[in-house]
């Protein structure tokens, strides 16, 4: 685990799970999560550029589509290959669909890059998992749809990274 972002929100988490015993990361791991800001530029191409995959979640809203939608534009074409865009809180408004829509095309045009599922809610799991909580976030009070949509989007970002 690599914790990137200024906030530090990811090292706190690690660092109140050893604090209790539970050690998180290992040398090692078969996979390296790196939590970056939710921003552009060099800093963070640095921490992409050896990455199996790209997760890049946003709210399906006119300007983060546009963030978003520029940032992978900015890419080279081996970067936008790994991209997986995951949306959040969806609510399937008509601007939601017209935004797909866009992304669509231009993954489409561009031929890299992969739009996922998504989540129609996002459960606040910061304060039990900033708490170094022992309890698995998803065996708490999901309800069955939230668990169903979460079990789905891994499957799928799994099997992008097998293909």
């Known amino acids: 685990m ?6 530090q929100s990811t090292k706190t988490w690690l660092d ?22 939710g921003t552009s530029g060099s800093s963070l191409i640095k921490y992409i550029r050896n990455a199996d995959a790209i997760l890049v979640p946003f709210k399906p809203h006119v300007a983060d ?6 940032w992978f534009l900015s890419l ?39 739009r996922l599922p998504g989540l129609t809610e996002r459960k606040a799991v910061y304060p039990p998992l900033l708490n170094g909580s022992d309890k698995n976030f998803f065996d708490g009070k999901l309800d069955a749809n939230t668990k ?16």
Do not use: Y
């Open 2 to 7: 690599v914790d990137a972002d200024p906030n």
């Open 16 to 37: 109140k799970c050893e604090a209790v015993g539970r050690v998180i990361g290992s040398e090692a791991a078969t996979f390296t999560v790196v939590d970056t800001a």
């Open 65 to 70: 589509l546009e963030v978003v939608v520029g």
């Open 76 to 114: 080279k074409d081996s970067l936008q290959e790994r991209v997986m865009f995951i949306p959040n809180m969806l609510s399937r408004t008509k601007e939601q669909e017209a935004g797909f829509s866009e992304l669509d095309q231009i993954l489409k045009e561009e031929g890299r890059g992969v």
């Open 148 to 163: 169903m949509e979460t079990e789905s989007l891994f499957r799928q970002i799994l099997k992008a990274l097998e293909s």
